[in-house]
């Protein structure tokens, strides 16, 4: 997307004495008393705080009674064997993650993906389900102004770069006369029975696309989704023409294609692996979170954004659009955002983004001139490499 996933409770831990209660004598007329020895047991007990007096105990759950201050401990053979354990496991989720790297064809980042293309499929099939039902009551019909007009770049986009077609959307018969006495020219998407049609999805061989156009003006985004394309209406006055909405759905198509969705699944299993590894060591299960999120999570999302971007303005360049449209369509929504922190941000900050993309437009042109479709485009670009062959990338 343009604009895009915990408490510990502390128990089991007693602070107690084990002096035992001072035998006092009595001193009687005609005999002396001796109180019969104390039966009191100190609690096997577990102190949080290392700070206690020097009589206290620290005792292991089910440990031997010791004698002193430090007995009932963790023996050295328990520690071996529980980081052996670990070693283990760290191991074999090392081998597992080398046995499933792969590069991305389009800009040859290794990453980290186990997930199979049928079972893509299958969410990619899951993921239309659910923005049809979360969607409801607001899908802009096929034979609605703005539904053709995105429809129309969509398409020159999968076209020219052999991607595939959009599945026909149009309006079943049954539902014709529904549609026209509907004032608000909304379609009910339950009333429409057909499903994905082909065995895979889209960016694992799948040439079958979707597309969606929810009518709220609130929402200022685009989005895809195993090959299923969202775009609200809130977004068209940012993408400002055509060009802009190419750049926009440019983007999210390269989202696509680089199976980013599928790639942040399989990161989930990472993110989890890694902090019950921290937890295991003994760091703070909140601690360890924070830091993967900011130091995996969150770079990886941005990276992905990045490739993206890369992505995206090579596929408007090959459908003969104006590379220049991204950069000046990201500069009209990083004002309409504000300023954002790069750091803790799933999307990269939009001067330094804006700076990648103009640093990628000589090669984008170069890809618009050789284009079979973009005749006619050659000179444009030699005046662009007049103006902007001497400045330094």
Same mark, same amino acid.
């Given at each position: 997307?343009?604009?895009?996933?915990?408490?510990?409770?502390?128990?089991?831990?007693?602070?107690?004495?084990?002096?035992?209660?001072?035998?006092?004598?009595?001193?009687?007329?005609?005999?002396?008393?001796?109180?019969?020895?104390?039966?009191?047991?100190?609690?096997?007990?577990?102190?949080?705080?290392?700070?206690?007096?020097?009589?206290?105990?620290?005792?292991?759950?089910?440990?031997?009674?010791?004698?002193?201050?430090?007995?009932?401990?963790?023996?050295?053979?328990?520690?071996?064997?529980?980081?052996?354990?670990?070693?283990?496991?760290?191991?074999?989720?090392?081998?597992?993650?080398?046995?499933?790297?792969?590069?991305?064809?389009?800009?040859?980042?290794?990453?980290?993906?186990?997930?199979?293309?049928?079972?893509?499929?299958?969410?990619?099939?899951?993921?239309?389900?659910?923005?049809?039902?979360?969607?409801?009551?607001?899908?802009?019909?096929?034979?609605?102004?703005?539904?053709?007009?995105?429809?129309?770049?969509?398409?020159?986009?999968?076209?020219?770069?052999? &991607?595939?077609?959009?599945?026909?959307?149009? /309006? *079943?018969?049954?539902?014709? #006369?529904?549609?026209?006495? %509907?004032?608000? +020219? =909304?379609?009910?998407?339950?009333?429409?029975?057909?499903?994905?049609?082909?065995?895979?999805?889209?960016?694992?061989?799948?040439?079958?696309?979707?597309?969606?156009?929810?009518?709220?003006?609130?929402?200022?985004?685009?989005?895809?989704?195993?090959?299923?394309?969202?775009?609200?209406?809130?977004?068209?006055?940012?993408?400002?023409?055509?060009?802009?909405?190419?750049?926009?759905?440019?983007?999210?198509?390269?989202?696509?294609?680089?199976?980013?969705?599928?790639?942040?699944?399989?990161?989930?299993?990472?993110?989890?692996?890694?902090?019950?590894?921290?937890?295991?060591?003994?760091?703070?299960?909140?601690?360890?979170? &924070?830091?993967?999120?900011?130091?995996?999570? /969150? *770079?990886?999302?941005?990276? #992905?954004?990045?490739?993206? %971007?890369?992505? +995206? =303005?090579?596929?408007?360049?090959?459908?003969?659009?104006?590379?220049?449209?991204?950069?000046?369509?990201?500069?009209?929504?990083?004002?309409?955002?504000?300023?954002?922190?790069?750091?803790?941000?799933?999307?990269?900050?939009?001067?330094?983004?804006?700076?990648?993309?103009?640093?990628?437009?000589?090669?984008?042109?170069?890809?618009?001139?050789?284009?079979?479709?973009?005749?006619?485009?050659?000179?444009?670009?030699?005046?662009?490499?007049?103006?902007?062959?001497?400045?330094?990338?």
């Amino acid at each position: 997307m343009l604009r895009s996933l915990r408490s510990r409770t502390l128990s089991g831990f007693r602070l107690t004495s084990n002096l035992t209660p001072r035998s006092r004598s009595l001193a009687l007329p005609t005999h002396t008393h001796t109180p019969a020895k104390s039966k009191f047991v100190p609690l096997q007990t577990r102190y949080f705080s290392s700070n206690h007096p020097h009589q206290n105990r620290y005792v292991r759950f089910g440990g031997e009674k010791g004698s002193g201050g430090g007995g009932g401990g963790f023996s050295v053979k328990e520690l071996r064997t529980g980081y052996g354990v670990v070693f283990i496991l760290a191991g074999t989720g090392a081998l597992y993650y080398v046995l499933h790297l792969e590069q991305v064809p389009e800009t040859g980042r290794w990453r980290f993906m186990d997930v199979s293309p049928k079972y893509e499929t299958e969410l990619a099939e899951e993921s239309r389900q659910q923005l049809l039902h979360e969607f409801k009551g607001k899908i802009l019909p096929a034979d609605h102004p703005l539904t053709r007009h995105v429809r129309r770049v969509v398409t020159r986009l999968l076209d020219a770069n052999d &991607l595939g077609t959009l599945r026909s959307s149009g /309006l *079943p018969r049954r539902l014709q #006369h529904q549609h026209q006495s %509907d004032p608000d +020219g =909304l379609w009910n998407p339950d009333a429409e029975e057909v499903g994905r049609t082909e065995d895979v999805a889209p960016g694992v061989g799948g040439r079958e696309w979707e597309l969606l156009v929810v009518n709220d003006d609130k929402v200022v985004n685009a989005m895809a989704s195993y090959g299923n394309v969202i775009v609200f209406t809130g977004i068209l006055p940012v993408a400002k023409d055509e060009e802009g909405l190419a750049a926009i759905l440019g983007h999210e198509i390269g989202h696509v294609v680089a199976r980013h969705n599928s790639e942040r699944y399989s990161q989930t299993k990472i993110f989890i692996g890694l902090a019950y590894l921290l937890n295991i060591l003994g760091l703070d299960f909140g601690f360890s979170q &924070l830091a993967l999120t900011l130091l995996y999570q /969150l *770079p990886n999302s941005r990276a #992905h954004e990045y490739e993206a %971007d890369k992505i +995206g =303005l090579s596929i408007c360049a090959k459908a003969c659009y104006d590379p220049r449209a991204s950069p000046a369509m990201f500069d009209r929504l990083r004002k309409f955002e504000g300023r954002t922190w790069d750091f803790m941000s799933t999307h990269p900050a939009g001067e330094k983004r804006i700076k990648q993309l103009e640093a990628m437009l000589p090669q984008a042109y170069e890809l618009r001139a050789a284009s079979p479709a973009c005749g006619g485009m050659g000179d444009a670009f030699g005046a662009f490499s007049e103006v902007f062959g001497s400045a330094r990338w």
